[in-house]
């Protein structure tokens, strides 16, 4: 997406200078704090699938939590559909969390194990009161049913009796109930074996065409996330390094750390290896992150700037950066 179409864009979520710190015990006088989500600036529109991509531990799920308010924000402000969220109380952001959904990576975990599929996708529209008779209700969760693939006859099974992939269309299921505006995908099809998950992309596809519907969609598969996203978004340690559009990204990385992640995606024609180095080290710890930028211990191209100044997100040309030595 290049600048001209993004300004013609309706924002739809928008994160402005989002923390998110958890305290961990200690038995110091000042508690230590995990930094999961560091002054996170992100925009959301109307209508595209923004990828969010790292490292395990990066802080990419708790960023999807806290933009939805499942976890409070330390600070920073959220925004969505024109309005601040961030300070409403919950019966104020009830009828907006209607708009908001989420699709859990763990479709064994995530569904409730004592309901049937019926009960499942219909808890959503009793707890918002969508439907006003029985009929209807019965109406909207078959078709939900009818929509993600499920038959209807097994609208009283329970999940222990699905596959993983029907598991997780029934979770989509629950998730499209109330036809929201965003749905949140955290590592959707992570759980699942390769064959099914094509499938379950090729849903979120069909099912984003119909509706209309936006999604954030967590990940750090990128061969996933080059299929079905618009634009990514790197995360480093609870910082976002790169935001651009997929097919410019993918080609020409200027970060650092988004130059190695895509390095790393394995490549089944031996003869096309890169013998380029892969990214060496661990991620450091989030309790206490490294002075200036987050990622110099693991760069090669790190300088005594990088050291001492944490990067700011900048623009060039039509990506957003931050490192002060982009691959340009």
Same mark, same amino acid.
């Given at each position: 997406?290049?600048?001209?179409?993004?300004?013609?864009?309706?924002?739809?979520?928008?994160?402005?200078?989002?923390?998110?710190?958890?305290?961990?015990?200690?038995?110091?006088?000042?508690?230590?704090?995990?930094?999961?989500?560091?002054?996170?600036?992100?925009?959301?529109?109307?209508?595209?699938?923004?990828?969010?991509?790292?490292?395990? &531990? +990066?802080?990419?799920?708790?960023?999807?939590?806290?933009?939805?308010?499942?976890?409070?924000?330390?600070?920073?402000?959220?925004?969505?559909?024109?309005?601040? $969220?961030?300070?409403?109380?919950?019966?104020?952001?009830?009828?907006?969390?209607?708009?908001?959904?989420?699709?859990?990576?763990?479709?064994?975990?995530?569904?409730?194990?004592?309901?049937?599929?019926?009960?499942?996708?219909? /808890?959503?529209?009793?707890?918002?009161?969508?439907?006003?008779?029985?009929?209807?209700?019965?109406?909207?969760?078959?078709?939900?049913?009818?929509?993600? &693939? =499920?038959?209807?006859?097994? /609208?009283?099974?329970?999940?222990?009796?699905?596959? &993983?992939?029907?598991?997780?269309? =029934?979770?989509?299921?629950?998730?499209?109930?109330?036809?929201?505006?965003? =749905?949140?995908?955290?590592?959707?099809?992570?759980?699942?074996?390769?064959?099914?998950?094509?499938?379950?992309?090729?849903?979120?596809?069909?099912?984003? /065409?119909? *509706?209309?519907?936006? *999604?954030?969609?967590?990940?750090?598969?990128?061969?996933?996330? #080059?299929?079905?996203?618009?634009?990514? +978004?790197?995360?480093?340690?609870?910082?976002?390094?790169?935001?651009?559009?997929?097919?410019?990204?993918? /080609?020409?990385?200027?970060?650092?750390?988004?130059?190695?992640?895509?390095?790393?995606?394995?490549?089944?024609?031996?003869?096309?290896?890169?013998?380029?180095?892969?990214?060496?080290?661990?991620?450091?710890?989030?309790?206490?992150?490294?002075?200036?930028?987050?990622?110099?211990?693991?760069?090669? *191209?790190?300088?005594? $700037?990088? #050291?001492?100044?944490?990067?700011?997100?900048?623009?060039?040309?039509?990506?957003?950066?931050?490192?002060?030595?982009?691959?340009?």
């Amino acid at each position: 997406m290049n600048r001209d179409e993004a300004s013609k864009k309706r924002v739809l979520m928008e994160a402005r200078h989002l923390v998110k710190e958890f305290p961990v015990s200690s038995s110091k006088k000042k508690r230590a704090v995990v930094h999961a989500v560091s002054d996170v600036n992100l925009k959301l529109y109307e209508g595209e699938t923004l990828a969010l991509v790292g490292e395990s &531990g +990066c802080g990419k799920s708790t960023l999807g939590r806290t933009l939805l308010r499942l976890v409070e924000p330390t600070s920073g402000e959220i925004w969505f559909d024109g309005e601040n $969220v961030t300070k409403k109380k919950e019966r104020e952001f009830l009828p907006l969390r209607r708009q908001m959904q989420v699709i859990f990576q763990d479709p064994y975990a995530s569904l409730n194990p004592r309901m049937s599929v019926k009960q499942i996708i219909e /808890e959503p529209l009793v707890t918002h009161r969508v439907a006003k008779k029985k009929e209807e209700l019965e109406q909207m969760v078959h078709e939900r049913m009818t929509e993600v &693939g =499920i038959p209807l006859e097994l /609208e009283h099974r329970y999940p222990h009796q699905f596959s &993983g992939g029907q598991r997780q269309r =029934i979770g989509i299921a629950r998730a499209l109930a109330l036809k929201p505006k965003l =749905i949140v995908c955290d590592e959707p099809v992570s759980a699942l074996d390769v064959s099914i998950q094509s499938q379950v992309l090729n849903l979120l596809k069909d099912l984003q /065409e119909q *509706y209309h519907l936006t *999604y954030l969609f967590i990940s750090h598969d990128l061969s996933v996330v #080059r299929y079905i996203a618009n634009r990514v +978004c790197v995360m480093f340690l609870g910082k976002l390094c790169e935001i651009g559009d997929t097919k410019d990204l993918y /080609e020409h990385p200027l970060h650092p750390y988004t130059h190695f992640l895509l390095e790393a995606i394995p490549k089944a024609d031996p003869t096309l290896r890169s013998d380029k180095q892969l990214l060496m080290g661990e991620i450091p710890s989030p309790v206490n992150p490294p002075s200036g930028c987050r990622f110099h211990t693991r760069c090669p *191209y790190a300088s005594e $700037v990088c #050291r001492q100044k944490e990067p700011q997100m900048r623009e060039v040309g039509e990506r957003q950066v931050a490192c002060h030595h982009p691959l340009l």
